[in-house]
T-cell receptor, first 110, second 117 residues
Framework: GDSVTQMEGPVTLSEEAFLTINCTYT??????LFWYVQYPGEGLQLLLK?????DKGSNKGFEATYRKETTSFHLEKGSVQVSDSAVYFC?????????FGKGTRLHILP | DTAVSQTPKYLVTQMGNDKSIKCEQN?????MYWYKQDSKKFLKIMFS???????INETVPNRFSPKSPDKAHLNLHINSLELGDSAVYFC????????????????FGEGSWLTVV
């Protein structure tokens, strides 16, 4: 079946460091891919998405490129801030059922 | 205006009690969901409704009963609460896209933190 795998956390970085959170998917066909973010004590918010191969989603300085050849959708940010500390979820949507990865907790140290 | 709102945000209750969580969306979406997030932050779908009709019912104990009075509301009722039901429950909604892959964004409420003691 369809699945999403993302790197285990927690990931701890210093402010202004470069961030990569890896995400790969397994699916028959070409799903749309999403990154959701959950800040402490809050619900999930869509961070960005990409709907077809080679699309790049971007928002709030975060980017992710849909790579069909490697079935990946890695999340990157060039310079993280303390306020980026949250849990990040990679996901795909099939039959209106969103399938999440297990989440990666990110800690940014000042 | 909150797009997907759920109440209560926090709920502490004793084992064996019955409780409900309410959800409303003002986005005009046809599809609504309940997701459960466990202590390890893992998210799993429980139910989805399309225009008041049950579409997805994952392997959830029948103590959990969703009710959709109209397409803007999807409530979750839980009977005979157990310690293992302690989790965060998220309501969500989206435009229906039918079968296959969808690019529709699913919008989540802020969650209801349920603690069973």
């Amino acid at each position: 079946g369809d699945s999403v795998t993302q790197m285990e956390g927690p990931v701890t970085l210093s402010e202004e460091a470069f961030l990569t959170i890896n995400c790969t998917y397994t699916a028959t066909g070409y799903p749309s891919l999403f990154w959701y973010v959950q800040y402490p004590g809050e619900g999930l918010q869509l961070l960005l998405k990409a709907t077809k191969a080679d699309d790049k989603g971007s928002n709030k300085g975060f980017e992710a490129t849909y790579r069909k050849e490697t079935t990946s959708f890695h999340l990157e940010k060039g310079s993280v801030q303390v306020s980026d500390s949250a849990v990040y979820f990679c996901a795909l949507n099939r039959d209106d059922k969103i399938i999440f990865g297990k989440g990666t907790r990110l800690h940014i140290l000042p | 205006d909150t797009a997907v709102s759920q109440t209560p945000k926090y709920l502490v209750t004793q084992m064996g009690n019955d409780k409900s969580i309410k959800c409303e969306q003002n986005l005009g979406h046809d599809t609504m969901y309940w997701y459960k997030q466990d202590s390890k932050k893992f998210l799993k779908i429980m139910f989805s409704y399309n225009n008041k009709e049950l579409i997805i019912n994952e392997t959830v104990p029948n103590r959990f009963s969703p009710k959709s009075p109209d397409k803007a509301h999807l409530n979750l009722h839980i009977n005979s609460l157990e310690l293992g039901d302690s989790a965060v429950y998220f309501c969500a909604s989206s435009q229906v896209a039918g079968t296959g892959f969808s690019s529709n964004t699913i919008y989540f409420g802020e969650g209801s933190w349920l603690t069973v003691v």
